[in-house]
């Protein structure tokens, strides 16, 4: 039998293809119908264009159902999806494009698909094996070139089977998805949990708080971000009554602040579900459906998960391995062989612990580790004594070239404060080598598009720092 995801999704569809898969802003709905003939007739085209299995197609647009047609359409074909960041500027695209050399790249879904309606609809997907490629994802290169995340049917298969029965979605949940798609949370975990639920998605381009406050209203789960929760706390409109339709909050792609997820169970009564991903292994653990979530931890690994923490340390690197691990990085063995232990574990990059119950916490990567006079600091560790003092918002701690020290502990606080004195209570909780020896407050830190503070862009704007 065919292990092709397309196979696995879309018979989990409602029985009456009539139902609605997409709701949109402006009152129109897509059905799940429409989403079926929508991909049948991008894989017929694909055929017809002579893409065939293996083949890349990439796509960079902004959000649309089109979008989602053209992603099942490809896999429908055989062919490998590549979604790119609608923020790539072309040069940036040049480089993806000539590393993955796609036969086709699409850049304005609607047209595309329409077009599409004049070839003959593809009807039985094409067979694939489980370990067949059917995603490149690149990862961010935040450090050096960025890599292509070869992700096959099995791992997309095997993590979204898991996410829908630890989430535990059903055909009456309606998922509010204001979350962009070219990046694996929006287009592999809540898409793929919807899809297999044959259940609604409130479909939303871009988060905005009116339009989350309206979807809100017909919403039983939400997924996002930490800044969409910051965001709607900052609402005032955004009360215990607008969530009490929820079921679930899952929040992940960058670490949720223990205030948030406090300031969250006052206003609302719920505890946001925190989970820990990336791009090479889609979700890894995550906080428990029903037991006890704790701010801080990212739960447990996902069954069929392996996990360890390398060193033999308490904290070290996070280890994984288990069958939604991708199998290497596209075109680059060597980088594929650096990233993999003998044994056999891929090497996340990621520092963190396991405690006795087996909960995972999470201090921050590997690459912002700073060594401070031959002692290891963990930012994350500063940054959560940090954040709980008066009048910061949110830190992030980073290590910037001290001649004496190697690396001074340098904090950048959305906030304001006096300086000395923070540093002094920060000394109340921290060893001295911990402490920041600089705090500077500034108005936003740089984030990515899913959130995550740029590091590495307030190691090059502050590298001179301690030169002064």
């Avoid at 961010?140 to 992700?151: D, I, N, Y």
């Avoid at 223990?258 to 206003?267: H, K, L, N, V």
Wanted: hydrophobic share 45%.
């Amino acid at each position: 039998m065919s292990e092709n995801l397309y196979d696995l999704l879309s018979r989990r569809f409602p029985a009456d293809r009539s139902k609605p898969c997409f709701l949109l802003s402006d009152g129109r709905a897509v059905s799940y119908g429409d989403l079926e003939a929508g991909a049948a007739r991008v894989a017929g085209r694909l055929g017809a264009e002579g893409v065939g299995p293996g083949d890349r197609v990439a796509l960079q647009a902004e959000k649309s159902p089109e979008v989602i047609m053209i992603y099942l359409g490809v896999l429908k074909a055989g062919a490998v999806f590549l979604p790119l960041n609608s923020a790539y500027t072309p040069a940036e695209v040049d480089y993806f494009l000539g590393d993955a050399e796609p036969k086709v790249f699409v850049t304005d879904p609607p047209a595309w698909v329409a077009e599409a309606a004049a070839y003959p609809p593809m009807a039985e997907s094409a067979p694939r094996a489980a370990n067949d490629l059917a995603s490149l994802i690149y990862t961010s290169g935040t450090t050096g070139r960025s890599k292509g995340a070869m992700l096959s049917h099995g791992n997309l298969a095997e993590n979204a089977l898991a996410l829908h029965a630890a989430w535990g979605f059903t055909p009456d949940d309606v998922l509010l998805h204001a979350l962009p798609i070219f990046h694996v949370h929006g287009l592999f975990v809540a898409l793929h949990c919807a899809l297999l639920s044959g259940c609604p998605m409130v479909w939303l381009p871009k988060f905005a708080d009116a339009d989350v406050l309206a979807g809100l209203e017909r919403a039983t789960v939400m997924m996002g971000v930490p800044t969409f929760y910051t965001r709607l706390l900052a609402n005032s409109a955004f009360t215990r009554e607008s969530a009490a339709g929820v079921r679930l909050f899952v929040c992940g792609s960058a670490p949720l602040l223990p205030s948030t997820f406090a300031e969250f169970e006052a206003r609302t009564g719920q505890r946001i579900l925190e989970r820990y991903g990336m791009s090479e292994a889609v979700i890894i653990t995550t906080n428990p459906l029903a037991g006890e979530r704790i701010a801080g931890s990212v739960g447990y690994p996902l069954p069929g998960v392996e996990l360890r923490i390398g060193g033999g340390e308490e904290t070290g690197v996070i280890q994984i391995k288990g069958p939604s691990v991708f199998r290497e990085y596209w075109r680059m063995p060597e980088k594929t062989a650096e990233e993999f232990t003998a044994d056999g574990f891929f090497i996340t990059g990621d520092v963190g612990r396991q405690d006795a119950d087996g909960r995972v916490w999470i201090s921050g990567r590997a690459k912002d580790l700073i060594i401070s006079g031959g002692y290891n600091v963990y930012p994350k560790e500063v940054e959560l004594v940090l954040d709980e003092l008066p009048g910061v918002t949110e830190s992030a701690v980073i290590g910037v070239p001290h001649k004496d020290f190697g690396e001074g502990v340098v904090a950048v606080v959305i906030g304001q404060g006096d300086e000395a004195a923070m540093i002094a209570r920060a000394r109340e909780q921290l060893a001295a080598y911990k402490a920041p020896k600089w705090i500077l407050f500034v108005d936003e830190l740089p984030r990515n598009a899913m959130g995550k503070v740029q590091k590495n862009l307030l190691r090059q704007t502050y590298e001179r720092l301690f030169e002064a």
